[in-house]
């Protein structure tokens, strides 16, 4: 019987107890591994990366995970300029050509729907690895790795969010992960015009306008940047950069959580951080960055367990 591809599209497949529990432990036998224990189950096996927008981390994660586990890595520089899109090329066409040469597909594109059309054609796992604002799963199970790993539990947590809340896919992705904790309640911190669209939101959860109105509170404090590629209205830009100050994590703030909050970020940071705060015994931000390979090793062993 040949199985349907195990594509990983969006959160709601990670929201699943069964995988995400398995998820979760396996990618913290691989942190606790000597990276010459690592098994080579993608031997004799290619996953390509395919990122039509700028990648540092979730590339980079990638491609050493499959490498780590023993997978061959073709990829093209920056895809939207070097691939045959600058061509003209759909999505489409560009997938139901490399899936012929390789057994997952790693994507990154700027359309929100750009992954489920991918999976609509293709007949080996896409991995979606941000598709526009709307998804951007495996970020969302690393920073779940994450907060259990530095909290010890999920459940109760005040969890802040801070920043572009309108337009950034990895807040989005992570609020639905965090909703099946029982009594997180999620502290959202942007001004109006960057404000977390309700589709996302919950009654119990409060939203203000200033970082100092929360700061003292929140266990976690998720911090993102404005996205700027994704806003065409200048008077947003402009009203956002006005109040910027407000969203701004100094080290005098940093100072103010509880001192066993942690403070992560999906990264790039372009100043929402000061450079201080990376020494605060808070800061974890790095090391979710790192947890990312550990993640992103237990998914495409999984992805492609059973491939033939
Ligand atoms: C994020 C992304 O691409 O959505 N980066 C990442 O994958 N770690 C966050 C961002 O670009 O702001």
């Known amino acids: 019987m040949i199985e349907a591809p195990r594509h990983i599209i969006d959160v709601e497949q990670l929201r699943e107890p069964e995988l995400q529990a398995h998820l979760l432990e396996r990618a913290a036998e691989f942190q606790a591994m000597a990276p010459a224990d690592y098994p080579k189950p993608l031997q004799h096996r290619q996953v390509a990366t395919l990122f039509y927008e700028p990648s540092t981390r979730t590339r980079l994660s990638f491609d050493t995970a ?31 050509t490399i899936q012929g040469y390789v057994d997952a597909i790693v994507l990154r594109h700027k359309d929100d729907d750009s992954s489920e059309r991918a999976a609509a ?43 572009d ?26 001004p109006d015009c960057l404000a977390m669209p309700e589709e996302y939101r919950q009654p119990e959860d409060v939203y203000v306008d200033r970082l100092d109105e929360v700061i003292g509170e929140v ?31 100094t080290n005098r703030r940093a100072n103010r959580m509880k001192p066993t909050a942690r403070i992560l970020h999906p990264l790039p940071r372009v100043g929402e951080i000061t450079k201080k705060v990376d020494k605060n ?19 495409l062993e999984w992805v492609l367990e059973d491939a033939a």
């Open 66 to 96: 499959a490498k780590r586990l023993g997978a061959g890595v073709p990829s093209t520089e920056n895809a939207g300029e070097f691939s045959s899109a600058a061509k003209g090329e759909t999505i489409e066409d560009t997938i139901m």
């Open 121 to 163: 054609v293709a007949g080996v796992p896409i991995i979606n690895a941000g598709s526009g604002k709307a998804e951007h799963p495996t970020q969302a199970l690393l920073d779940l790795f994450t907060i259990k790993q530095e909290m010890g539990q999920v459940e109760g947590l005040k969890i802040g969010m801070a920043g």
């Open 165 to 190: 809340l309108a337009h950034g896919r990895t807040v989005h992705s992570l609020v639905k992960l965090l909703r099946d904790f029982d009594g997180v309640q999620i502290i959202g911190v942007a």
């Open 219 to 249: 266990d976690v404090l998720y911090m993102t940047r404005t996205q700027l590629e994704r806003i065409d209205d200048e008077a947003v830009v402009a009203e956002f950069s006005k109040q910027a100050d407000n969203f701004k994590l």
């Open 281 to 299: 015994p808070r800061a974890r931000y790095f090391q979710q960055a790192h947890n990312g390979l550990f993640v992103r090793m237990a998914l």
